[in-house]
């Protein structure tokens, strides 16, 4: 008989080397599969037993598919009695396509057809198509314009182990198939034959690398606790021989169930440890791992004195998650000189093992590419480098961290000692100090949300910089940033900010989502409080409240360095008479509302493009008690709307303007706006919105910005710099972070 095993990309050669240590014979890998012959015997003893194997099947016939007649005669012929019971339920999984069947819901439909006809012409009866729970399931793939016609004998994928070990939040599942990949590559199934094997699962997840572990060393099959197999509705199944392996497989189990075996792991994720036992548990082991810390589990390792495995899942891993790689990798590099295989995304592992992999295997991981990487033990190996924080040693990949280490710690106590004088709790702590170290960090402390978070802004490294040195840099700074400022490495966001056209915008590393992303669930967060963004923190800043949400958006939604400036617009508006009315254009979240009304505006409007901008804002608004009706919100371009308000008679005590570098949205009027070019039409349309006595504060963040000072001058503008005043203490190495002006009428 024929027989395919299925499996993802990349698992062919470790797959055939497993069937072939089952003693299945005429093993051959293919591509994503791997063909075996046999009897009906051989096949279930793979289905039993395989780990990483995702469908056995039985290889019926080949058959001309060059179009949709060619394969409906070929499944036709096809003896459907010897497979389908009377009364039995079939369905058709169709794969693969060629010039004339390029949809596999039509080659599936028409490959159903073929058997329905097959079986009412030869029984008189027809059969039931049953797709969620068939009893048999046919398979039909094409290549070229030959189909593989085949008996699906598992039924759902192998890697449903048949135990649920319940996902833990925030933490990704390792698929098992994956897991016994990982131990395969590393040799796992050759330490098992030997005495004593030692399993260290770095980032160990969901489990699933120490289910598949000791599942093996315990010599039990993968399969034992599947309730369901897809040969048991099928007319050719041997029940004789299937009971037997069975028998065999739970005498074995129980023979192994008190082989010696010691099984460490390490992972700093919430409700991995938890999650870890349980899935133990759920697969009917009791065993309880040892979980350290990585460096402490890595020594543990080592003192047994065994050639331990080294297993690091970082599959998990993408753009969205720098911060944790970066802690991820400074663990992974206390490993260095033991055995280790590791899935992981990329080759930043090699620089924090300092080794070359001894072998690599390409696979994917959902959709994108990955690698199973094999380190070979080393004595010859240096001991990674290490910073001292506090009373920690921590790994790090360039020797000169410790220089920025001790330069963050020390700048962060007299920042800490500078806020508790000026009682802030949200500021910038360091700004690339060292030039090699070119990052600027914020500290955000918050109030209802209790919590502490990082903000890290990278700066672009200039041409000719080495970018593998500077990214390796830039994983130590997110590995002790958050050590030295005590912050968990989950509440660490990364943006990188580079240079676009008219200055520097910030561009997310995170593949920030649309700015609504944040909008799509709601939590209050206290009872009777504002509704509050799922992903969103509170924090205070000068007695007030102001929601911010590091991950869903390219700003948090506060600007610290317009602390001052907002402050100061406090103060102006406490002196402002008569009507005190306030306007924000390019309000984005509203904080500078939020202080006018705080000191006495009695009508503010809020005016910005972006609907989710405004929303946040409203709330924002709301949130510190300033509901009336007199605060008003206002989607629109700003440009087009001064230019409309310039001919009613809505005027206006003090305006804030602080105005992008450049935009060219879609929904402007105009084609493009750039600050440089176009500031003074906007401050002079500004200035005709002003009362009589009115004022405006214009600000923007282009370093190199000059204002048209004689041209503000003969439209009856003038300007005063306050930008020295504006800048606040933890932005006093940025001297050019913005530049602020007081607007007046001349």
Known sequence: MEFVATCPKGFERILAEELAGLRIPQVRPLRGQVSFGGELADAYRACLWSRLASRVLLVLARVDAQDADALYEGLRSVDWIEHLEPGATFAVDAHGTNAQLRNTQFVALRSKDAIVDGLVSARGARPVVDVARPDVRVGVRLSG????????????????????????????????????????????????????????????????VLVEAATAALDCAPGLLRPHWGFEGWAGHYQAAWEHLLADAQARAEAGSDRPLTLIAADGRRGAEAACRRALRAAGLALEPEFLPAADALDAARAAGADPLVTCDLSWMDEDSLSLEATALSSASAAAGLRMCALVRGTSLDAALRAEPASTIDVIVGRDPATLRTYAASVDVEPPATVRVADTRVPVLVAATDQFSARLAKVARLRAKWARREDVSCYRVYDADLPDYAVSIELYEGSETPGRWLQIFEYAPPRGVDLELAHRRLLDVLVVAPQVLRVAPENVYLRVRTHARGGSQYADELRADSEARGQRGLRRARPGAVELPLGARLVDEGGLTFEVNFSSRLDCGIFLDHRDTRALLREMMKETRGSKRFLNLFAYTGTATCYAADGGAKHTTTVDLSRPSLDWARRNMDRNGFTARE?????????????????????????????????????????????????????????????????????????????????????GVVLTDLTAQTIPEDFSRSPKIHHCYLVRRG
């Open 145 to 208: 314009e030959r189909a593989t016609v085949s008996i699906d004998l598992t039924g759902e994928p192998l890697f449903h182990r048949g135990y649920d070990s319940r996902a833990a939040e925030r933490v990704a599942p390792l698929r098992p198939d994956y897991a016994a990949a990982l131990l395969a590559a590393g040799g796992w199934f050759r330490d098992v034959r030997h005495q004593d094997p030692t399993l260290v699962a770095l980032w160990a997840g969901q489990g699933s």
């Open 631 to 715: 605060h008003e919100f206002v989607q629109a371009d700003v440009l087009a709307w001064v230019t409309e308000q310039r001919h009613t008679t809505n005027r206006w005590d003090l305006v804030f303007c602080d105005v992008p570098t450049f935009s060219n949205s879609s929904r402007m009027r105009r084609a493009s706006f750039d600050v440089q070019r176009d500031h003074a039409e906007l401050i002079i349309g500004v200035s005709r919105l002003l009362t009589r006595e009115g004022s405006a504060l214009f600000s923007c963040n282009l370093r190199s910005f000059e204002p048209d000072v004689d041209k503000l001058r003969r439209a």
